[in-house]
Every structure is written in structure tokens, then in C-alpha cells.
């Protein structure tokens, strides 16, 4: 019923930004939560923010709160997550995902990288 697919990253210095994008295909997106993940090499995914289903209400990893920022647009079916002071330790791979409710199956984004070095 409904794709994702994130876009923005890429390699940036530390202190730097960047502005990832999940885009949405198909229908009901205004019904999905959307959180953000992350994945590093050898550490578990963690998360790193979500939104609720009408942008109302947000919350943040304590590793990231101050930083980032995550909004959505529901008329354009994208949500963003603005990254302020980006340090070393937010390289990852990002990856959107989209909640319904436990009766629904999650739908993930492909992910995108982010790699933060000087």
C-alpha cells in the first residue's frame, strides 16, 4: 500500500548538515507514524526520531535531541529530518519507516548514508 524511499544523504564534516527526505508512494500516508532508524557498522539500529501521523507530536534520541529536527508534510507525502552539528558518531546508515498499528506491517525505506568526517 504504501513505499518509501529516503534521499539526502551523503558525506559531510563534522558541525555540518544535512536534510534527509522519506518521500511516500501509494495511499494512507497521513495514517502513518514515521520514525527514523540508524544502523552503524558492528552496533545495533537505534532510533533516532519519530513523528505521529498528523505531525503533532515528535520525540528525539537523547543523542540527538537539540540537533535534529523532523517534520512532515502530509499534502506533499514526505517527511524530513533536518541534521544540525552533525558529529562523527551520527554515521549511519538512515532509514525511514512507517507504523500503522500492530495489525499493519511496517514498511521500511532502502536507507541512506550518512557519514560524518573531516
Known amino acids: 500500500q504504501l513505499q518509501l524511499v529516503e534521499s539526502g544523504g551523503g558525506l559531510v564534516q563534522p558541525g555540518g548538515s544535512l536534510r534527509l527526505s522519506c518521500a511516500a508512494s501509494?495511499?494512507?500516508?497521513?495514517?502513518?507514524?514515521i520514525g527514523w532508524f540508524r544502523q552503524a557498522p558492528g552496533k545495533e539500529r537505534e532510533g533516532v526520531s519519530c513523528?505521529?501521523?498528523?505531525?503533532?507530536?515528535?520525540h528525539y534520541a537523547d543523542s540527538v535531541k537539540g540537533r535534529f529536527t523532523v517534520s512532515r508534510d502530509n499534502a506533499k507525502n514526505t517527511v524530513v529530518l533536518q541534521m544540525n552539528s552533525l558529529k562523527p558518531e551520527d554515521t549511519a546508515v538512515y532509514y525511514c519507516?512507517?507504523?500503522?498499528?500492530?495489525?499493519?506491517?511496517?514498511?521500511w525505506g532502502q536507507g541512506t548514508q550518512v557519514t560524518v568526517s573531516s
Open positions: 519507516n512507517g507504523h500503522k498499528g500492530s495489525w499493519y506491517r511496517d514498511v
Open positions: 501509494g495511499f494512507g500516508f497521513d495514517h502513518y507514524a
Open positions: 513523528i505521529g501521523s498528523s505531525g503533532d507530536s515528535t
